[in-house]
């Protein structure tokens, strides 16, 4: 009976990850060739800006930003606000494609709220970042190692 019960728990469980993932989006950036106007779904048609990227509860669960390799954000800060991930299903920022890790640098300026940090998380949680270069550089966006 109780092999029964985990049984029946454990095809529930898989049942629900896998509904999980199947809504899960990947959302992409190219500043070099990329439309605010685009979809940003596909790397065919990526949006152009961070600050077009971070609009407020756009991100779920399980989704991913990628933001082209050999791009550089200058001047622009990336808000990821209202997301609710969790470390089972985070929300993932990284780099996509060939080539040296995308620059974000909010160049010295501050952002929204005031707040310096080129990537700013508000009220959000289960956020995973990595595969970026993030600096705040006044005068320069130039990648430092």
Known sequence: ?????????????????????????????????????????????????????GAAGRFSAGDRLLIKSGTEYAGQQLVIAGCRATPEAPFTVTAYGPGPKPVLNLAGAAGADGC???VYLKNSSGIEIRGLEIQNRAGSSEATS
Request: aromatic letters at 8%; one cysteine or more; hydrophobic letters at 45%.
């Open 116 to 118: 310096l940090a080129t």
């Open 1 to 53: 009976m109780l092999g029964a019960v985990l049984k029946k728990m454990s095809i529930a469980v898989v049942v629900c990850l896998l509904f999980a993932d199947a809504r899960a989006t990947d959302f992409y950036v190219d500043a070099d060739t990329g439309d605010d106007l685009n979809e940003g779904t596909s790397p065919d048609s990526p949006w152009r800006t961070l600050s077009n990227a």
